[in-house]
């Protein structure tokens, strides 16, 4: 039985002639972020990146004949983020023999250079929150300019001015939170680049 580390790094499609995805394995949303409702119907091009994309054709030509298809896949997960995994491609069959359709099953490997999984992990990561920081910026601009047109305004006095004068404090301070959130996400994806570089060297 395959432990939950195992599942959580395994995906398994299955998917007709016609390229059309017809179901997932359970694992499959931890591993590309996509339901089962969302790629049901659709070509399993959506899960797929890079020369794989135009590969399909011949794995499932080599599974025909051969009845299985073997080497690299390079999947596209819900973010738009591509990952490399070991995987193959075998033909399906009725128990009267007819070709239904294909399975494919792809495995993230951990290795020398680190687990896969845990790489697209961070780039998820650092995009998710680099996102967040531009949509809190646009929000947190008009509400600086507005009090700051505020206290420009000479009627602002007394226990007012007092309240806005801290509520423009605490605008700033949220501010730089937001920064330092958008300087984590940046040195995530600079580490992540920088590790890459390192391992391309020392190939």
């Known amino acids: 039985m395959w432990s939950l580390g195992e599942t959580a790094r395994c995906l398994a499609v299955t998917f007709g002639k016609n390229g059309l995805i017809s179901s997932l394995s359970p694992g499959a949303e931890q591993v590309i972020g996509f339901s089962a409702r969302d790629l049901v119907g659709e070509p399993i091009t959506r899960i797929l990146a890079d020369r ?19 080497g690299k896949i390079v999947h596209l997960n819900q973010s738009g983020i591509s990952f490399e995994a070991a995987g193959n491609v075998s033909m399906l069959l009725t128990h009267e023999g007819p070709k239904i359709g294909f399975l494919m099953v ?12 845990e790489q697209v992990a961070v780039k998820e990561v650092a995009l998710k929150l680099r996102t967040f920081a531009h949509e ?6 008009v509400m600086m300019g507005f009090t700051q047109l505020i206290l420009l305004n000479a009627q ?13 404090s605490e605008l700033k301070r949220v501010i730089q939170v937001v920064e330092r959130l958008h300087g984590y996400a940046l040195s995530l994806q600079e ?5 890459v570089f390192v391992r391309s060297a020392g190939a």
């Open 156 to 168: 602002c006095t007394g226990k007012v001015r007092a309240d806005v004068d801290k509520l423009f």
């Open 52 to 70: 794989s994309v135009f590969e399909v054709a011949s794995m499932m030509e080599q599974a025909t004949e051969r009845g299985l298809w073997e």
């Open 106 to 117: 792809s495995t993230l490997v951990r290795n020398a250079d680190g687990d896969p999984y």
């Open 136 to 141: 809190l910026n646009n929000p947190l601009a």
């Open 191 to 195: 580490t992540e680049r920088s590790e």
